[in-house]
């Protein structure tokens, strides 16, 4: 049988998190019950499979953000290297509280409300990193919205753990698997799905009970890749091997809902897949430059190619 998502992985406790569900990808993620990161959405460990967040970055092309977040993975890289990447890893509150503490503030995205706030049980390969955001909100910035540089103390306090004032904003960066507990949230995404991909509702739920069954079936996660040495492209890779394998056909047969999905299969003699295609950029790829380091070559993404 092929390794699922929980292989290797360890109970990390109870924790929280904020999820644009009007992101078709978000959402299917959602739908299955489970988030998965970046290093283990992938059986074979591929390194163009990216976090959600840096997919928002790239599909956005915010540049400056992505100037920002290289430079603090940079530092992250050479300095505290066993600490979770923000580009590979997931975010997350550690409790209710903490999270619900943000609502209505302006600095945090605006999909950041009551409604889709998420539960979750977090389980981890390494031990998962817990640092202080505030670091990263109130960061010195240069006009353009870049960071300042000339002194990068601050990214090493950040990446230490340490606080930056008495208010502390937590969050945990974890690698693994997180299982959605709001069945309600997941009911929600399963009909926005189905309204947005009316002729794949077969595939839908074929992607629900291979997650139940603990498989990476239909498990959707975005990835970058190089086409050429001036063009990156963003997608989204749905992964249906798993419904190949006897061992996991098997286990989602004995799901409780898997006579509704032969019932679907058989009075359905047609259906597609849902077209994340729709979603792909491909984007030119240019560098940032800095004055202060002008060795440290950071990409630039610009008007998406047709």
Known sequence: MLETPFSGLSYSGRVFCFFDLEHPAVAWAIMRGMMVSA????????SNSISFMQAGMVEAFNNVRIYNEFIIERIRLRYF???ISRLKGMFFFRSRDEAEKIIGDTLWPPYFIRENLVELDLYCREPFTDLDSNWITFAPLSQDGRLEINDIQWIMQYWKGEQYNSHPVWERLAKGVALVLDEKIRRHCDQYLKKIFPNSQIPILMARLASEAGTRGGLVSPFLFQEDK?????????NDSEFHDREIIDAIAKHPDSSTLGRMMSENKTWSLPNFRLY?????VHEQNNPILPALQVPSLHYPKR
């Open 39 to 46: 290093d283990c959405a992938n059986p074979n460990g591929l």
């Open 280 to 284: 792909t950029k491909v984007f030119e």
């Open 230 to 238: 001036k063009a990156i492209k963003l997608g989204y890779f749905m």
């Open 81 to 83: 290297s066993d600490k």
